[in-house]
């Protein structure tokens, strides 16, 4: 059976860090749109060029563009199923992926709404830094490396803070979540499809009520 799950929540929520455990542990395919879009800037492309001013400053990217790149990745070959991380962000999104995933004969069997205080979010986005290596997310004092510049998962040394992780863009991330994103809670609260998990426990306490929805879809 395949499993097509969403993650929903505001930046800094635990996405990328839940969505990582259920890849090593359902080997799920982990669909982010921010990576995606990160990679593209750094292609030095005129694209990546026009994409890299916008995720700076903390705004939206057009739809045109993620539902390409998401429409790419979806026809691009058969997965036991896909971890949306950060994708749909709008409704006009959200109605192109349960296209997109109907064409395939497939859709969402659960949205996991990552519910987490807007005052914890500005501590997890400003002590938050990755292994560019390998997407390993570490924070300053919640999930510190063991040792200090190292990856504990990969051993590189190259660990890295994101360009829009600073208080100026978070604050139009954080505008842009509740103007354009969270209209998507109730667009799919109306079609059942809605799971809170409190975002606000800690990562394995998160795991857990991640992991019991998995388990229930289906029953
Ligand atoms: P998102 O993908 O939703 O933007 P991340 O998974 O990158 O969020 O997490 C943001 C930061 O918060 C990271 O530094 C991560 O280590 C930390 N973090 C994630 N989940 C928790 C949690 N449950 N409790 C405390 N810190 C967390
Ligand atoms: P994220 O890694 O999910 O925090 O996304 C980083 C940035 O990439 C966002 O602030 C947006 O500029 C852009 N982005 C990522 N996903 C989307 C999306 N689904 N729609 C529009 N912009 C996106």
Redesign the pocket.
Known sequence: MTINIILLGP?GAG??TQARTLVEQRGLVQL????M??DARSSGTEMGRR?AE??DK??????E??IGLIREKLESGDAPGFIF??????LP?ADALNDLLAGMGQSIDAVIEMRVDDAALVDRISGRFTCGNCGEVYHDTTRPTAAEGTCDVCGSTDLKR?A?DNAD?LKT?LL?YYKKTSPLIGYYYATKQLQPVDGMADVAEVGRQVAAVMDGIGR
């Not at 903390?58 to 739809?63: A, E, H, M, P």
């Open positions: 930046p996405k990328g982010s749109t921010g990576d879009l990160r994409v916008v995720m903390g705004q939206l990217v057009t739809d563009i993620v991380d950060g994708f749909p962000r709008t999104q994101r829009d863009a991330r842009e």
